[in-house]
T-cell receptor, first 111, second 115 residues
């Protein structure tokens, strides 16, 4: 398969709670990026983490990367209604220099 | 900086016609551009990779004669959907890799509807 795997595929949580999404990939990577996409719209770049980094923060976002397990997680703290969207991880593969997307997680924040 | 402009943002065309989508890097030189397709409620699937001045490399299952890609300059790549059919209706997104940088930047996408 071209894509990595993300879980969960869908997640519904109450506003104010934390949301955690995971991404696994298959091959050696240069970096991993997380994107948000609102329904029917373009991608919004959230954060990039390089293969030699283990954790990165940006506002309410925290991303971790475990290259030994070939996995990453995105944590959104204190979720808001505006966080409702689909979230994708994208890996930059070393072997062919391509950016490949995971299947995505549809996050729904309940009021 | 690092803005990628994709045009048009949406297009409706008749079955059998061809549609051209442009992807421009506005403030940087893009040595590589990627084209993706996204069906409703699905992820982005890489269609092809194009390098300036050379032929595009297509992913398995993507018809190169149907999806023509031209990367004529370091700031412009075009995707032409030839003889479009309703099943080609989709969201198409381009991404440009900045020369000398390990990052790529995405256009806002083009929603193609073939009627």
């Amino acid at each position: 398969s071209q894509q990595g795997e993300e879980d969960p595929q869908a997640l519904s949580i109450q506003e104010g709670e934390n949301a955690t999404m995971n991404c696994s990939y298959k091959t050696s990577i240069n970096n991993l990026q997380w994107y948000r996409q609102n329904s029917g719209r373009g991608l919004v770049h959230l954060i990039l983490i390089r293969s030699n980094e283990r954790e990165k923060h940006s506002g309410r976002l925290r991303v971790t990367l475990d290259t030994s397990k070939k996995s990453s997680s995105l944590l959104i703290t204190a979720s808001r209604a505006a966080d409702t969207a689909s979230y994708f991880c994208a890996t930059w593969r070393n072997r062919d220099d391509k950016i490949i997307f995971g299947k995505g997680t549809r996050l729904h924040i309940l009021p | 900086g690092a803005v990628v402009s994709q045009h048009p943002s949406w297009v409706i065309c008749k079955s059998g016609t061809s549609v051209k989508i442009e992807c421009r890097s506005l403030d940087f030189q893009a040595t590589t551009m990627f084209w993706y397709r996204q069906f409703p409620k699905q992820s982005l699937m890489l269609m092809a990779t194009s390098n300036e001045g050379s032929k595009a490399t297509y992913e398995q299952g993507v018809e190169k004669d149907k999806f023509l890609i031209n990367h004529a300059s370091l700031t412009l790549s075009t995707l032409t959907v030839t003889s479009a059919h309703p099943e080609d209706s989709s969201f198409y997104i381009c991404s440009a890799r900045a020369k000398g940088r390990g990052e790529a930047f995405f256009g806002q996408g083009t929603r193609l509807t073939v009627v």
